[in-house]
């Protein structure tokens, strides 16, 4: 069939009056949610579409998150928020880091001889849990901007724990793991099957004693587990051998989150926001100051060179995070010299042409005289974005810490480990002090990195996050490169080869480059290793497009983004 042009149009075009006129985009969504469970999501949408918050949502997300993926976050465990609001373009960021008891002791993970313990001994001892303050965290948040009642954002789950969530492929993978917890009593009771063996995918699981606990939480708050009944279950768990902890109902009572400003930082033409130390944003804006010094923006994920910048970036950012980070309540952390731009030029001169060996720290205006940490963190967490109908933004980290947390169940949920997450020895050879040591009262450094991006006039382009422990700086660092510097959409980023280096270990996923990566790595001295971890990355992200939200799910994960809710 031949087509006919009308000579006007024919004329237009020569004009330029039609130029190639495309029809306008569909509008997308205006409110989100981004986790790692479609139930948690599901959660998150009914609050958003009874009109509720992004503070509302992410409350609702939590309580589910912590029925249906319990190996790595809920009310037992800690977590850091960043809250962006759009009539005062500004983020806040809240701190629900769990605290050490008053009883702890820079010596509590070392054994008689001085030798620091195992991971795992330490882990499944009574002295890992530090107070819970997730729920605390996310009560003063959804104090301060909260549009529902919080009594009513738990019913969804509570019915869910009491008729039972169907149990997915992930968490039986999880409890298939070879670790310690797995093989703890409290795990093999709870998650024993129909017929007596293991719990098998598609099998359907209820917890009433979670139901409750809920139930208290929505009508008391957080006092219904820093105070009563579930305080006291608490402390007599945690009293129990193997090497019992000193956890007191005065130290669970005395809890308090932390509300601060957000730790913002220019990258390029955007102001990236993180929480305040111990988290572990202070180490992606060291990495992202670093990387402001490189020609990485033009680049691109097929380049090798960009790939070679990422991790070399990545090698002094944890040189100087793993030796200056801590609780600044407790020591002093150099957080202006860290990320003073003129120290973070120096630090990128040495990324050089080819990987030598591991970085030393370096030495920022005001760092005092700390030794080598000796933490040992793993991955087991949550990360999860929302976004309302008015354009509140919630970015939230979450972790009971290790997987199952120390294995230990109480009223339904399991308490963490997060302890471990502090230095094991608290002192160098020549007596110089970690700054990660344990402390009573004290937060132990988190690598928990939940951002959020604005442009240059403060309104919101992104949010992002994700698990995994100590490689969390690291894949949050990869999510934004491909985003603002490679123009990705927020699926390709998240979807984008993980790469983790750290020291002289650059451990990747070397199936997933394109042609000729690897290979380019590998003439400049990263030669990339598959390891256990780097696929348990669940970054989650939401972007701002002209035309609405675009949403991004880890696909190394069950999560999803999905949009709703008519401005």
């Known amino acids: 069939m031949r087509l006919v042009i009308p000579l006007l149009l024919l004329l237009l075009l020569a004009l330029g009056g039609v130029a190639c006129a495309q029809p306008p985009a569909a509008p997308g969504p205006r409110a989100m949610v981004a986790a790692a469970n479609p139930a948690a999501v599901e959660a998150g949408l009914a609050v958003l579409r009874r009109g509720g918050s992004a503070i509302d949502a992410a409350?609702?997300?939590?309580?589910?998150?912590?029925?249906?993926?319990?190996?790595?976050?809920?009310?037992?465990?800690?977590?850091?928020?960043?809250?962006?609001?759009?009539s005062t373009r500004r983020v806040t960021a809240y701190d629900g880091r769990e605290t050490a008891p008053a009883g702890a002791t820079p010596n509590q993970f070392l054994h008689p001889d001085g030798k620091p313990m195992t991971y795992f001994e330490a882990v499944m001892s009574g002295?890992?849990?530090?107070?819970?303050?997730?729920?605390?965290?996310?009560?003063?948040?959804?104090?301060?901007?909260?549009k529902l009642a919080w009594a009513s954002l738990f019913g969804d789950t509570e019915q869910l724990a009491e008729?039972?969530?169907?149990?997915?492929?992930?968490?039986?993978?999880?409890?298939q793991y070879p670790v310690a917890q797995t093989k703890a009593p409290d795990v093999l009771a709870y998650f024993r099957g129909p017929d007596g063996g293991p719990l098998k995918a598609g099998e359907r699981l209820k917890n009433l004693a979670y139901a409750a606990t809920l139930?208290?939480?929505?009508?008391?708050?957080?006092?219904?587990?820093?105070k009563g009944k579930i305080a006291s279950d608490i402390v007599a768990r945690l009293a129990q051998e193997p090497l019992p902890g000193t956890m007191t109902l005065a130290d669970m009572a005395a809890y308090a989150p932390h509300k601060s400003e957000a730790l913002c930082r220019p990258y390029r033409t955007w102001t990236v926001c993180e929480p305040?130390?111990?988290?572990?944003?202070?180490?992606?804006?060291?990495g992202l100051g670093i990387l402001q010094n490189t020609d990485i923006s033009s680049r691109g994920p097929t380049d090798p060179v960009g790939w070679f910048e990422l991790a070399q970036a990545e090698?002094?950012?944890?040189?100087?995070?793993?030796?200056?980070v801590a609780d600044p309540a407790f020591v002093k952390v150099p957080i202006a010299g860290l990320l003073d731009p003129a120290y973070l030029a120096k630090r990128a001169k040495l990324i050089g042409d080819r990987a030598g060996p591991p970085p030393e720290p370096g030495h920022p205006a005001g760092a005092p005289a700390y030794g080598p940490d000796a933490t040992k963190e793993p991955g087991g967490t949550s990360s999860f974005v929302v976004v309302d109908r008015w354009g509140n933004v919630v970015a939230m980290t979450t972790t009971v810490e290790s997987i199952f947390g120390d294995a230990r169940m109480v009223d339904g949920f399991f308490l963490n480990n997060q302890l471990t997450d502090f230095s094991f020895d608290p002192r160098n050879q020549d007596g110089t002090p970690a700054a990660n040591a344990v402390a009573p009262g004290k937060r132990p450094r988190s690598s928990m990195s939940p951002t959020i991006i604005l442009d240059r006039d403060g309104k919101f382009v992104a949010a992002i996050g994700s698990p995994g422990g100590l490689q969390i700086p690291s894949f949050v660092l990869k999510g934004i490169v491909g985003v603002l510097d490679w123009k990705l959409t927020m699926q390709q980023s998240v979807a984008l080869p993980n790469l983790v280096a750290i020291g002289d270990n650059f451990i990747s996923e070397p199936e997933k480059y394109p042609p000729g990566v690897v290979e380019g790595l590998a003439a400049k001295g990263v030669v990339l290793k598959p390891g256990r971890g780097v696929e348990d990355s669940g970054l989650h992200g939401v972007i701002a497009r002209p035309n609405g939200l675009e949403g991004g799910a880890d696909p190394r994960r069950e999560g999803v983004a999905i949009g709703c809710c008519a401005p």
């Open 215 to 226: 139930r208290r939480i929505a009508a008391e708050g957080p006092d219904a587990l820093l």
């Open 127 to 146: 002295r890992s849990a530090g107070v819970p303050g997730a729920i605390a965290m996310l009560y003063l948040a959804h104090k301060d901007h909260g």
């Open 163 to 175: 008729q039972g969530f169907v149990v997915g492929p992930r968490l039986v993978g999880e409890l």
């Open 276 to 286: 305040q130390a111990p988290s572990g944003g202070v180490a992606t804006l060291i």
């Open 315 to 324: 090698r002094l950012m944890y040189a100087d995070d793993l030796r200056y």
């Open 59 to 86: 409350v609702a997300v939590q309580a589910t998150l912590g029925l249906v993926e319990p190996q790595s976050s809920g009310v037992g465990g800690g977590a850091f928020l960043t809250w962006y609001d759009p």
